[in-house]
Every structure is written in C-alpha cells, then in structure tokens.
C-alpha cells in the first residue's frame, strides 16, 4: 500500500476522475417529482461500489487511488445536505423529509447489495 506522497498523488488522481464522473452523472439526471435525483444516483452508486471494494475479504490494493480519491469524490454528502436544506427552506416539507429517506434507505440498501457482491466474489 502506497505511502506519504505517492498516496496523497493516487488520491489526488482518483479525486478529480471521481468529481468528472459525478458532473457527467448528477448533471445529466433531472430532477424527479422535485426530488434532485442526480444526487441521490451518485450517492446510491458510490455506496454500492465502496461497500463491494471494501467486504471483499482479500486486501484491495488501490485503497488510495479508488475508495478514497474516486468515491470520495464522486460521492457527496455536502450537496445532498445543501439540496436537501433547500427543500426545507421552500417550504417543500415533503419533498424534504423524502430525500432524506430516500438517501439513507437508498445508501444503506446500496451497502448491503455491496456485501452481497463482494460475498458471491
């Protein structure tokens, strides 16, 4: 596993082809009944990948370059708290309380078809 300068530059690489990726996809998805769907599709995405890498039993090697600077910046929790905000602030309580469950039921059932991947592997 790399060290110091080497992991900082894989994270630095995965980060920014991470970003692109989720400006290609949370750009291209329209909002859904008021709901930003863009979002929730990168974050659903990104946790099913980073929980397939990281239950697979043997020692994945690009830790750095993938699980941190790739998924790290692909997905994001900073935009879904903002969108989310902004649901709220216009008065939009359903729609608000919505996103919020849809993120977390979506996340969390993306983690558990990860472990089920990363089992049958």
Same mark, same amino acid.
């Given at each position: 596993m790399p060290a110091g300068l080497e992991a900082m530059l894989l994270?630095?690489? /995965? /980060?920014? +082809?991470?970003?692109?990726?989720?400006?290609?996809?949370?750009g291209t998805v329209p909002l859904l009944k008021g709901i930003p769907t863009g979002t929730l599709l990168v *974050?659903?995405? /990104?946790?099913? +990948?980073?929980?397939?890498?990281?239950?697979?039993? !043997?020692p994945f090697g690009s830790i750095?370059?993938? *699980?941190?600077?790739?998924?790290g910046s692909f997905t994001t929790f900073s935009t879904f708290a903002y969108e989310t905000f902004r649901l709220? !602030? !216009? /008065?939009?309580?359903?729609?608000?309380?919505? *996103?919020?469950?849809? *993120?977390?039921?979506?996340c969390l059932s993306g983690v558990f078809i990860g472990q089920q991947i990363a089992s049958l592997i």
């Open positions: 994270v630095g690489l /995965g /980060g920014s +082809i991470g970003a692109c990726l989720r400006y290609l996809v949370s *974050n659903v995405i /990104g946790s099913t +990948i980073l929980a397939t890498l990281t239950f697979l039993s !043997e750095h370059l993938i *699980n941190i600077g790739m998924l709220l !602030e !216009e /008065g939009q309580k359903l729609l608000f309380a919505s *996103n919020i469950a849809l *993120n977390l039921l979506l």
